[in-house]
């Protein structure tokens, strides 16, 4: 047994480890073979991690010239038929968007991890943010669709790291891991051993004749089958736009055609995408949205709140992008006011207000490398109550 089998095994289901450790312990037990990277702070343990466990189950890691290159080999490793991840911060992940916006057009699996820090450029390399919200959903150029999940613990980035990669597979895309440095290089006492039902999906390959293959084809789920390195499927793969044969073309039907399924193909899956986390939800008259350390400080403010009389709920998104926006609707529907406590100068509540119109949604912005405390919080949430009765 080599020293990644032993680390996931039952006997050692019991870990005392930081948030990207379980993200790299989480990409091994997910299948990731191919690591490609360039350190950055505070999101380098993840690399460091892999730099050694990867070479023993028979993975590749490679430490890239910048992040550009991190996430070109990172695209053609996948698109070579084998699950791979990169791993940056904020000025890494700016980087890296032209390339993202590339893997999603051409809808090309891969996960990456983003450890929120402060910015802008430089920013404050060890302290947490939550300013790059908005970036992993529009940080390309032009029109696309992409996945982005945000963990609040060491735990649930060991299993959201899984299930990105197993959205990447599913549904042919580049997978965004959006956490902070708190969440990041906070040690936490984890249970590994139960991980059963936890997906491992594997990407649809092509099968059928060879001469009717059209790599951007699509059935009923809309998501396209991939040619198997080696099977003898003809793919042609561009970035730019491109009819169901692959090659690039500027007719404006086909481009409708192409373009609009890849807008809509996870119209259809939200029941397996979507996901969120409610607490005291149903009688809540004051409602809090956030994520990462400012959710963990919203759950603490529940108590404070709740004990002064105020009627304090939590909703956290764990699926990031595509925004829950039902399961928000409906946790909000007995809410007199929102409260949105995210460490940005505010992206997370711009969405809020979007979903929940006429609502009255209020907010706390924290840019200065402090975490959100839950007696801020608390303190914000019972001004709300008062003001409303």
């Known amino acids: 047994m080599n020293a990644a089998d032993k680390a996931l095994s039952p006997k050692a289901a019991v870990h005392l480890i930081s948030g990207n450790h379980a993200c790299a312990l989480g990409a091994i037990a997910a299948g990731c073979r191919f690591f490609a ?11 460091e ?9 028979g993975g590749v890691f490679v430490q890239m010239e910048d992040e550009i290159a991190s996430i070109a080999a990172v695209i053609g490793a996948s698109m070579g038929g084998v699950k791979a991840l990169t791993a940056t911060s904020g000025p890494g992940f700016s980087l890296k968007q032209e390339n993202i916006g590339y893997a999603a057009g051409a809808e090309i699996p891969c996960v990456i991890v983003n ?3 402060g910015g802008p450029s430089t920013g404050m390399p060890t302290r947490p943010a939550q300013g790059d919200i908005m970036q992993a959903r529009w940080g390309s150029h032009g029109d696309y669709p992409i996945i982005a999940l945000a963990p609040a613990s060491v735990r649930e980035i060991y299993d959201e790291t899984i299930r990105a990669f197993d959205l990447a597979e599913t549904y042919r895309t580049p997978v965004v891991l959006l956490y902070d440095q708190v969440i990041a290089q906070l040690t936490e006492t984890v249970d590994l051993g139960d991980t059963e039902g936890l997906m491992r999906a594997e990407r649809k390959w092509a099968s059928g004749p060879r001469e009717a293959y059209q790599p951007y084809a699509s059935g009923d789920d809309g998501i396209p089958a991939m040619s198997r390195p080696g099977a003898g499927y003809r793919v042609h793969t561009t970035g730019l736009n491109h009819a169901e044969n692959g090659f690039p073309t500027q007719n404006p039907e086909a481009v409708a055609r192409n373009l609009g399924r890849l807008l809509a193909k996870f119209d259809r899956h939200h029941d397996t995408i979507d996901s969120w986390q409610t607490l005291s939800c149903d009688d809540a008259e004051v409602l ?5 350390i400012s959710a963990r400080a919203a759950a603490r403010a ?3 709140a709740r004990a002064r009389g105020v009627r304090a709920g939590l909703f956290r998104p764990i699926t990031l992008w595509p925004f829950p926006e039902k399961a928000l609707r409906e946790a909000a529907a007995k809410a007199r006011a929102v409260l949105v406590p995210e460490m940005n100068a505010g992206q997370l509540s711009l969405e809020v207000e979007r979903i929940l119109g006429g609502k009255r ?5 924290r840019y200065n490398g402090d975490p959100i405390t839950p007696a801020e919080i608390a303190q914000r949430a019972e001004a709300l109550a008062k003001e409303k009765k």
Do not use: F, K, N, Q
């Not at 991690?49 to 189950?57: A, F, G, I, K, Q």
């Not at 809090?288 to 990462?292: E, H, R, S």
């Not at 949604?361 to 912005?365: F, M, S």
């Open 115 to 117: 450890v929120m820090r």
């Open 37 to 47: 990277g360039y350190p950055i702070t505070p999101s380098s343990e993840v690399a």
């Open 49 to 57: 991690r892999l730099s050694r466990m990867l070479p023993e189950v």
């Open 288 to 292: 809090i949205v956030a994520i990462g």
């Open 302 to 304: 529940l108590d404070i």
């Open 361 to 365: 949604v209020d907010a706390i912005h």
